[in-house]
């Protein structure tokens, strides 16, 4: 069994940061990658971000490349995302995820962290 916990949320103005923190825990030894998702009111869950554990190569949703910044320490098993010029529609509740294998449905998630970004 995995354990993700995600800290990091919070209430920021337009074009500013946050940095989102998820830590791992349990049987996470064999794990292929961790992503983030969010999900805005009345929208469907989208992908945001993903990092494949072993070799580190990030994938970015086109929205936002260049704004937000996935990475990983090993050390502290924990996967961060650093969000650069905040947009109001960002608003969302942010979720890490943990996938085992390399193709397929993401198989643990955290209970999600809400960012609000203000206009």
């Known amino acids: 069994q995995v354990q993700l916990v995600e800290s990091g949320g919070g209430l920021v103005q337009a074009g500013g940061s946050l940095r989102l923190s998820c830590a791992a825990s349990?049987?996470?030894?064999?794990?292929?990658?961790m992503g983030w998702f969010r999900q805005a009111p009345g929208k469907e869950r989208e992908f945001v971000a993903r990092i494949n554990w072993s070799a580190g190569s990030t994938y970015y949703a086109d929205s936002v490349k260049g704004r937000f910044t996935i990475s990983r320490d090993n050390a502290k098993d924990t996967v961060y995302l650093q969000m650069n010029s905040l947009k109001p529609e960002e608003t969302a509740v942010y979720y890490c995820a943990l996938r085992m294998s390399r193709v397929g449905e993401y198989d643990y998630w955290g209970q999600g962290t809400q960012v609000t970004v203000s206009s």
């Open positions: 349990g049987r996470t030894f064999s794990r292929y990658a």
